[in-house]
């Protein structure tokens, strides 16, 4: 919560370790009964190759979930997530290799493997 210029944090969750290699794409969407949202992970490799995972967070406590394995979308290298939406089964993503190529896709969720972290 912010308040003129002073940002006062009104609650925090311990993450596992993993997390602080995570990097925004997504905002989050609601399905299932939780917030999901699409990360990524660089591997500053020349070129770059960007991993992405989904991560859930539990709706009342907004305590991380479960997350998915890694994955890409199109290929190894540079890819934006510019939006998610997860309905009747399925995450659809927009994406985007090194910020043109344009690309949506629909994945089954079952294709996912998934990590509980509650």
Known sequence: MQRGNTLNIVLTHAT???????RGSSPFVEYDGMYWAV?????YSKPRNYFHTLVALDK???KPAK?????VFRENGIEYCL???????????????KDSNP????????????????
């Open 39 to 43: 990360t990524h992970n660089v591997l």
């Open 103 to 118: 690309g949506v896709i629909s994945v089954p969720i079952k294709e996912f493997t998934f990590i509980d972290l509650l």
């Open 67 to 71: 997350m998915s394995l890694p994955f």
């Open 83 to 97: 939006s998610l939406v997860m309905k009747d089964g399925y995450a659809t993503f927009v994406f985007s290799i």
């Open 60 to 62: 009342n406590s907004l």
């Open 16 to 22: 596992p370790g993993y997390f602080v290699h995570m």
